[in-house]
């Protein structure tokens, strides 16, 4: 096998949006046999296919020996990740600069976002079907975008402000050009906005109006690094929840001969509540299931579909706030998870009293845990919650699939700074999250 860590970096740095991430996913998948499921009309026990929703999320099937009604083993992840988007009529020149307006994407600390290089990397789709990619700020050769903030100087009453307030969504507006000192009078006020126009014109071929059915995203620019003199920790974008993605995928791309059909979904939007046609709580994996059953010729189809759903085995794989010694009040130590220490299982999320969690089954937990070992021996693995009670919380894609009947817990890997433009990640958890989905890969009933 090729190098994880290598390959998860790399795929840090070249796919940080979902787009990219469907595109890539879709190649390595390809190579290890995966067909587009829309190509394939009959499927059996070996095969192999993906079902593809706008080339933001996808889902996986490996076809097992076993009989579907019994269930999948399932590993679910997220490939959205927090930014900032483009809006729809988002150029404006003033003063000289030339700035694109932008809506922020997630929860996200907007004070985090100034004053770092940033990329735009997305689609503009024109009215003639014509899709041109953009992607600048990544490559060496590109120039990078940028936020602005106040001096210290002057920044006192910026300083006195909550840190929402800090930068306000408004002032999240990136610099895209400037003026190169020429006079301009009045009536030419728009003149150096006009230049940026032409310039994309000339450059990737749209125009001004052609913002209006954009999808750009402005990430963070530059690649993912070793942090630390051991080199046991990596730094980089979006990795809430690409580790747990690239995890998930590596995972079920290895484990080919099953006999429980293994299922891996890599899905957009929960970042911002799973809604949507590409997020968890639509129809999409009941869709897909569909697609499945009908390609496997089974009889009772429909009640197939829903016990193959119900009695199915879930890893929700998302990642989990990593203690933080600096921070320590925040957290319940004996029920925090660590970097370095393993993967982490979650038996419910959640905030308050637990609201909006998807809670495991105390039997399932138990069968999850028996599982926890492999050829090399135990796989390290840590019980957590999130935080403190009444700390804050948040939600995964588990009770999304929870809905169906089947079995879910979350687990992943631990992060620190989740959510910050460069989040933390330790080498340690990502290969011990790696070995705990091909465990649970292999699961039997
Ligand atoms: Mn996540
Ligand atoms: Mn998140």
């Not at 490559?139 to 903030?149: A, L």
């Not at 869709?287 to 119900?310: D, H, K």
Request: glycine content about 8%; proline content about 2%.
């Amino acid at each position: 096998m090729s190098d994880l860590i290598k390959d998860y970096m790399n795929f840090l740095n070249n796919c940080k949006t979902e787009r990219l991430c469907i595109q890539d996913i879709i190649k390595k998948a390809g190579k290890e046999g995966y067909k587009d499921i829309k190509d394939v009309k009959k499927l059996t026990v070996g095969d192999k296919v993906y079902y593809n929703q706008m080339g933001k999320s996808i889902i996986l099937f490996n076809v097992g020996s076993e009989s579907l009604e019994n269930g999948m083993n399932i590993l679910g992840a997220h490939l959205d990740s927090p930014r900032l988007d483009v809006k729809q009529k988002p150029l404006y020149e003033s003063d000289g600069i030339v700035y694109l307006n932008t809506h922020y994407y997630g929860g996200i600390k907007k004070y985090q976002w100034v004053t770092i290089p940033l990329s735009i990397i997305g689609v503009v789709a024109l009215s003639d079907g014509k899709i041109i990619n953009v992607n600048i700020g990544d490559d060496d050769k590109d120039p990078v975008f940028y936020i602005t903030d106040i001096l210290p100087h002057i920044a006192q009453k910026q300083m006195a402000k909550t840190g929402d307030e800090i930068i306000e969504g408004e002032k999240l507006d990136i610099v895209i050009g400037c003026s190169d000192g020429r006079k301009t009078e009045e009536k030419d006020k728009d003149v150096n906005k006009n230049r940026v126009i032409e310039l994309i014109k000339e450059k990737y071929g749209f125009t001004e109006d052609d913002f209006m059915s954009a999808e750009l995203e402005v990430v963070p620019s530059g690649k993912s690094r070793y942090v630390g003199l051991d080199k046991n920790l990596i730094l980089g974008y979006g990795q809430d929840d690409k580790v747990c993605a690239f995890t998930s995928l590596m995972a079920m791309l290895e484990i080919k001969d099953v006999k429980r059909t293994t299922c891996c979904i890599l899905v957009d939007k929960e970042e911002i509540g799973s809604s949507g046609a590409t997020g968890m709580s639509s129809n999409l994996l009941l869709n897909a299931t569909s697609e499945l059953v009908y390609r496997l010729s089974l009889s009772n189809p429909e009640l197939v579909i829903r016990r193959s759903l119900f009695n199915s085995y879930m890893l929700s794989s998302d990642v989990n706030s990593a203690y933080d010694p600096l921070n320590a009040e925040l957290y319940d130590k004996q029920n925090s998870s660590f970097l370095a220490k393993g993967v982490v299982f979650n038996k419910y999320t959640g905030s308050r009293g637990k609201y909006s969690a998807s809670d495991a089954n105390a039997e399932y937990v138990a069968k999850i845990r028996s599982i926890m070992k492999d050829s090399d021996g135990d796989i390290s693995f840590q019980m957590a919650e999130m935080a403190k009670v009444d700390i804050g919380g948040g939600g995964t894609i588990a009770k999304y699939c929870a809905s169906y009947g089947m079995q879910v817990m979350d687990c992943g890997v631990p992060v620190q700074s989740m959510h910050a433009p460069f989040e933390l990640t330790s080498i340690f958890d990502i290969k011990e999250t790696f070995r705990c989905y091909k465990s649970f890969l292999k699961l039997t009933a």
